[in-house]
């Protein structure tokens, strides 16, 4: 007699009281334990209804296959084919699978274009609405004076616009705006006089701690690379522009990207927060500058895109006003910018300067501005009458970086050859740093907030401890470029110097600080 369940004579019978059926012990076991029921009738089965079967000691007879050589030769041959068979099944399934899968990527790769293009074709619709809506209000004699038209979707200058020799008129710098940035002026000098250093600015010895914290890929594999970092000190957001065109902005404290702002179509050159008005501008090497404006649900919508320069954007900054910016492009010439109507006042261009500008930064009280040229001339400009007061030369190469302290007194410029250290007040160089070799230019410097501290950024990152004309300026760190590429394009300080923002040649944002442990003991 034969098992229920195998089929197979059983080793140890065992019957069922209620059906009568065999099985084999260890089996019917097993299926009572997991279901308690009866394999053929489906009946409430308990161990309690089965019965061991007496029988002599059972010998399993052996198959006549098995009883000679040949048989035992087909059995195997047998099993080789059914083999084989099986394996030939799985590489159809495998063959089919991966088909499947280049097909799907396929699909996933065509969506993602078509979501590309449908965002830049959304982001180009919301930038002419946002132009139209600002000069819907204006009546036709201004919007024929100070606006520019559209046509197929490109800024083209109307023939009123136009004044003699082709250049495009502007508004120009009005009484009153020359009175709010002086009044702005005679604030913050004012101010400067009480200010006394923080009592929460990191310590020298908390910087000669600093070390590598984080690091953030913000930016696509592609095209690797961070060109420009600001940090809105009043939030702890930091924001990067990329080579492969975005601009980020980055959560430091939560590690999370807030927003990646897309639209232009080369490497952004330049970003900057305008922090009391949630605006953040970005310039590019596409040769325009975008304005954008934080929504309530706390995206960032492109609000206006200047298209006044004619050659790539290479610095954009921010008057203390908030009201106002100014941008500086190869094409020889910087434009002052009314931050509300997206409208540049003013387009200043230097007959002399022939090479176009590389850098630009405002004073701290907002009435000199700072241009660094591409032949290596660093330019000083009074803003009220946009005329050229200063120029420093002694550089070599191209002016990559221009940093005001904010004691009002000193200007770090950094080009080819390193640091150069000028005083305002005398306007002569009183102090230089040749930081690297010939072939390593120095790409950034940063005085952080209280004007104690100066970063600079090249092949590596070195802080400085601010001196005086004739006091040492130390070297406090020295931190090494860690993406590998040699070059660490920007560098930024955190709120009271408690971090460093390090961008480089990777897509890598890096912070470098005081690790935890030695955070809480600072005071």
């Known amino acids: 007699?034969?098992?229920?369940?195998?089929?197979?004579?059983?080793?140890?019978?065992?019957?069922?009281?209620?059906?009568?059926?065999?099985?084999?012990?260890?089996?019917?076991?097993?299926?009572?334990?997991?279901?308690?029921?009866?394999?053929?009738?489906?009946?409430?089965?308990?161990?309690?209804?089965?019965?061991?079967?007496?029988?002599?000691?059972?010998?399993?007879?052996?198959?006549?296959?098995?009883?000679?050589?040949?048989?035992?030769?087909?059995?195997?041959?047998?099993?080789?084919d059914a083999l084989m068979l099986s394996n030939f099944a799985l590489e159809q399934q495998l063959h089919t699978a991966r088909q499947e899968l280049s097909h799907a990527l396929y699909q996933h790769d065509a969506a993602c274009r078509v979501i590309a293009r449908l965002k830049k074709e959304r982001d180009e619709a919301r930038s002419l609405l946002a132009q139209a809506e600002r000069q819907a209000p204006l009546p036709a004699s201004a919007t024929t004076a100070n606006v520019s038209a559209l046509s197929n979707g490109k800024r083209a200058a109307e023939s009123e616009d136009v004044g003699p020799g082709g250049k495009r008129m502007r508004p120009g710098v009005s009484d009153s705006i020359i009175a709010e940035l002086t009044e702005c002026n005679a604030s913050l000098s004012q101010q400067r006089k009480k200010r006394q250093i923080p009592p929460t600015l990191a310590p020298i010895d908390a910087l000669e701690r600093y070390t590598q914290l984080s690091s953030h890929p913000l930016h696509k594999t592609n095209k690797p690379g961070i060109t420009s970092i600001d940090i809105n000190l009043s939030k702890d957001i930091v924001a990067t522009g990329g080579v492969d065109s975005n601009a980020v902005l980055f959560n430091r404290t939560s590690g999370e990207i807030l927003s990646t702002l897309s639209g232009?179509?080369?490497?952004?050159?330049?970003?900057?927060?305008?922090?009391?008005?949630?605006?953040?501008?970005?310039?590019?090497?596409?040769?325009?500058?975008?304005?954008?404006?934080?929504?309530?649900?706390?995206?960032?919508d492109c609000r206006h895109i200047l298209k006044d320069h004619t050659a790539e954007v290479q610095a954009v900054t921010v008057h203390a006003?908030?009201?106002?910016?100014?941008?500086?492009?190869?094409?020889?010439?910087?434009?002052?910018?009314?931050?509300?109507?997206?409208?540049?006042?003013?387009?200043?261009?230097?007959?002399?300067?022939?090479?176009?500008?590389?850098?630009?930064?405002?004073?701290?009280?907002?009435?000199?501005?700072?241009?660094?040229?591409?032949?290596?001339?660093?330019?000083?400009?009074?803003?009220?009458?946009?005329?050229?007061?200063?120029?420093f030369d002694g550089h070599t190469g191209a002016v990559t970086a221009i940093s005001f302290s904010e004691n009002g007194y000193f200007l770090a410029t950094a080009a080819h050859d390193g640091v150069k250290l000028w005083d305002l007040r005398k306007l002569k160089n009183f102090r230089s740093f040749e930081l690297y070799d010939q072939d390593t230019p120095t790409n950034s410097v940063d005085f952080d907030h209280s004007g104690s501290y100066l970063a600079i950024a090249g092949s590596d990152i070195r802080v400085y401890q601010v001196g005086s004309v004739k006091a040492e300026w130390n070297c406090i760190k020295t931190l090494p470029d860690l993406s590998g590429t040699g070059r660490a394009t920007s560098v930024k300080f955190g709120p009271d110097a408690r971090y460093l923002?390090?961008?480089?040649?990777?897509?890598?944002?890096?912070?470098?600080?005081?690790?935890?442990?030695?955070?809480?003991?600072?005071?």
């Open 1 to 80: 007699m034969n098992c229920s369940i195998s089929g197979e004579v059983p080793e140890e019978p065992v019957v069922s009281i209620k059906s009568g059926l065999l099985y084999e012990k260890r089996l019917i076991e097993r299926h009572i334990s997991d279901y308690g029921k009866c394999p053929v009738t489906g009946e409430e089965l308990t161990m309690g209804d089965i019965v061991p079967v007496k029988t002599g000691k059972i010998v399993k007879p052996r198959s006549l296959t098995a009883a000679s050589i040949p048989g035992m030769l087909g059995m195997f041959q047998n099993e080789w």
């Open 321 to 391: 006003t908030n009201n106002y910016f100014v941008t500086a492009s190869l094409d020889t010439t910087w434009c002052f910018y009314d931050l509300s109507a997206g409208l540049c006042l003013t387009q200043v261009e230097d007959p002399s300067n022939s090479m176009g500008y590389t850098s630009a930064a405002f004073h701290p009280d907002g009435l000199i501005l700072g241009t660094g040229t591409n032949g290596a001339t660093v330019r000083i400009w009074d803003v009220k009458s946009r005329g050229n007061v200063a120029n």
């Open 264 to 300: 232009h179509s080369k490497k952004v050159t330049s970003v900057k927060f305008v922090a009391p008005n949630d605006v953040f501008l970005s310039g590019s090497a596409d040769k325009t500058v975008r304005i954008w404006q934080r929504s309530e649900e706390g995206n960032y």
């Open 501 to 523: 923002a390090v961008g480089s040649m990777d897509r890598n944002l890096r912070i470098f600080g005081l690790p935890e442990d030695d955070a809480s003991t600072e005071p």
